[in-house]
């Protein structure tokens, strides 16, 4: 059954300090990978798919195929980035696969 | 995106009873995905729905327990069944449009007392 791992729980950062919240899947296939982003009492919101290979927010996300990661990083942390960051991959139907979840905290 | 709205958006709910969750997309989609995010914890695909034929559901997950209905392609109902108090979560309803990424709603909120 494929896998997403986020080994950690929570990541606590301070404000301008670099960040990289990581993500590794398993999948024989090609991948599909997501970084997801939960505010405070807010829906989930899409926050990078790997093809688009694009910058949200300052966050970039690389897909290494060698060492399965999809490793999230922003290199100066603010602290609205406070939330919960889920990694998902595409499922056979389509669906998402997440991981559990690495809880942001930026401090000030 | 296409805009998901869920009905209703939160409830309590005494045990041993059953409700439905409404799932109406703004647009027709072949798939809809149902997911259950328990507190604290990330999301779980609970089935697939796709409109004609019966729903896929995954491992740990039954028929029985969490019926589902597709009449049609903008609209998806959920039923949980025989509520306990495990199945306070957040139910989620997400269209599936092939290639593109799935965005979410605000989902159901459930307790159970």
């Known amino acids: 059954a494929q896998r997403v791992t986020q080994p950690e729980k929570l990541l606590s950062v301070f404000k301008g300090a670099p960040v990289e919240l990581k993500c590794n899947y398993s999948?024989?296939?090609?991948?599909?990978l997501f970084w997801y982003v939960q505010y405070s009492r807010q829906r989930l919101q899409l926050l990078l798919r790997h093809i688009s290979r694009e910058s949200i927010k300052g966050f970039t996300a690389d897909l290494n195929k060698g060492e399965t990661s999809f490793h999230l990083k922003k290199p100066f942390a603010q602290e609205e980035d406070s939330a919960m960051y889920y990694c998902?991959?595409?499922?056979?139907?389509?669906?998402?696969?997440f991981g559990k979840g690495t809880k942001l905290s930026v401090k000030p | 995106s296409a805009v998901i709205s869920q009905k209703p958006s939160r409830d309590i709910c005494q045990r041993g009873t059953s409700l439905t969750i409404q799932c109406q997309v703004d647009s027709q989609v072949t798939m809809m995905f149902w997911y259950r995010q328990q507190p604290g914890q990330s999301l779980t695909l609970i089935a697939t729905?796709?409109?004609?034929?019966?729903?896929?559901?995954e491992s740990g997950f039954v028929i029985d327990k969490f019926p589902i209905s597709r009449p049609n392609l903008t609209f998806s109902t959920l039923t949980v069944s025989n509520m306990s108090p495990e199945d306070s979560s957040i139910y989620l309803c997400s269209p599936g449009f092939g290639n593109q990424p799935q965005h979410f709603g605000d989902g159901t909120r459930l307790s159970i007392l």
């Open positions: 729905a796709n409109q004609g034929s019966e729903a896929t559901y």
């Open positions: 999948y024989s296939g090609s991948p599909e």
């Open positions: 998902a991959n595409g499922g056979s139907q389509g669906n998402l696969i």
